[in-house]
Nanobody, 114 residues
Framework: VQLQASGGGLVQPGGSLRLSCAASGFIFSAYAMNWYRQAPGKQCELVAAITTGSSANYADSVKGRFTISRDNAENTVFLQMNSLKPEETAIYYC?????????WGQGTLVTVSS
């Protein structure tokens, strides 16, 4: 299993970013996918999850601002992030639980700062 996240960077408060995670090594369409984040000095938290049928769930803190989606033809999961806040500066990781084993990508750094 390989998960390659990209799309992070520096963005001003209120700005937007779109993260991508390219997956390989498993049948992508058969598995739910998740985005987590870990801010400096804080625990890792689940940000958004998407089922195989593309039903989505979000952390309360991001509802209405973030959108998770997937493209099964491209084996990719996305996270559209709008109205970003400085406290959302973190490394964002995509995740899959494949055969009862948690797999994480290398993460992509999002910095929200003016």
């Amino acid at each position: 299993v390989q998960l390659q996240a990209s799309g992070g960077g520096l963005v001003q408060p209120g700005g937007s970013l779109r993260l991508s995670c390219a997956a390989s090594g498993f049948i992508f369409s058969a598995y739910a996918m998740n985005w987590y984040r870990q801010a400096p000095g804080k625990q890792c938290e689940l940000v958004a999850a998407i089922t195989t049928g593309s039903s989505a769930n979000y952390a309360d803190s991001v509802k209405g601002r973030f959108t998770i989606s997937r493209d099964n033809a491209e084996n990719t999961v996305f996270l559209q992030m709008n109205s970003l806040k400085p406290e959302e500066t973190a490394i964002y990781y995509c995740h899959v639980n494949y055969r009862r084993i948690n797999h994480w990508g290398q993460g992509t750094l999002v910095t929200v700062s003016s």
